[in-house]
């Protein structure tokens, strides 16, 4: 009897040791879920900070799930400035959001160019330009900065090829001008632009730097072809000494105007006196002739050529047209005629 109630103990004690160890597993199982789901959605959740469901979580500041976050927000308005067209609409944005400034599509102004935005209209402005970077912290209102437009209109001035685009810029703004690729003129050279179709006025080169002010039509500047030989001749008043005597003279003139914008001018200068007498009853002739020969360089502009000393003071001025140059050689104008 005793042996068989040792056996029960000791059976019951083995039993015991299993139930001990199998409630220990379940006690440990609980306490963990306790853990985890305590406070329910509201709840600190030390396996997994920074779940949005912790009044501590400061993890991911800005969010929309935390405490400290600021939802305050702003609006963001552009004055178009009495363009025509569809203006920007207006934002509302969280503060501190960066924006890029609107590219001024959609809406214009006559006469003007969009140069993008500026603030403060009654006050120190602040400029910004178009598709710039802007941190929104408060309501602002943009207004459209318009800048006053030039128009430059390019006229081929009876040549030939495509005319070059005009091209309209804010007011102040240097231009390059077009170089004349393209254009042609039977008997003439591009040489470059002009304010007046006769090139008499302002000129500028081909591929030069010019800077708009106003609307200005620029025409091609054709240099007349030159070179070559050219000759006059001129009479200047003949002059009388008394009944019995006149005197005539006479001019001959020959141009030589080389490819190296060197010339040689050759002027034959003829005196003829025609003398009364009584014994023949006729005039009675003596001639008498000198020649001065100039040499020098010479540039032709559009229509007008000079004549200069190899040092470059200006001799003699005459206009080009077509095949005849009028010229004023110190003795009068003469006109010389290409041979």
Known sequence: MIVLLCEQVIKKGFVMKKMAKFLGIIAITALIAFVTGCGGDDGFDPINPGDGRNPVDDYNPGDGNNPSDNHTTYTVTYNAMGAIGIPPTALTVNAGTIITLHDGSGFSRSGHIFNGWYTNIAGTRTDYNVGASYTVTSNVIFYANWAVANTVTFDINNGRGEVPSSQTVITGTSIMLPNGNGLSRTGFTFGGW???????GTN?????????????????????????????????????SGTNLIINYKHTYSLSLRTDSTFTLSDLFVTSRY?????????DLTETSTTTTTNGIYSVTGNTIRLMSNSGTTLYTGTISGNSISISLGKGTTTLTKQ
């Not at 200005?216 to 050219?230: C, K, Q």
């Not at 003398?275 to 005039?283: A, G, K």
Request: hydrophobic share 35%; glycine share 8%; aromatic share 14%.
């Open 194 to 200: 002009n304010i007046n179709t006769s090139g008499s």
């Open 204 to 240: 500028y080169d081909s591929g030069s730097i010019f800077t708009v002010n106003n609307n200005v039509t620029l025409f091609a500047r054709w240099d007349a072809n030159v070179e070559g030989a050219w000759s006059g001749v001129h009479h200047p008043t003949s002059s009388a």
């Open 275 to 283: 003398m009364w007498n009584i014994q023949t009853n006729r005039y």
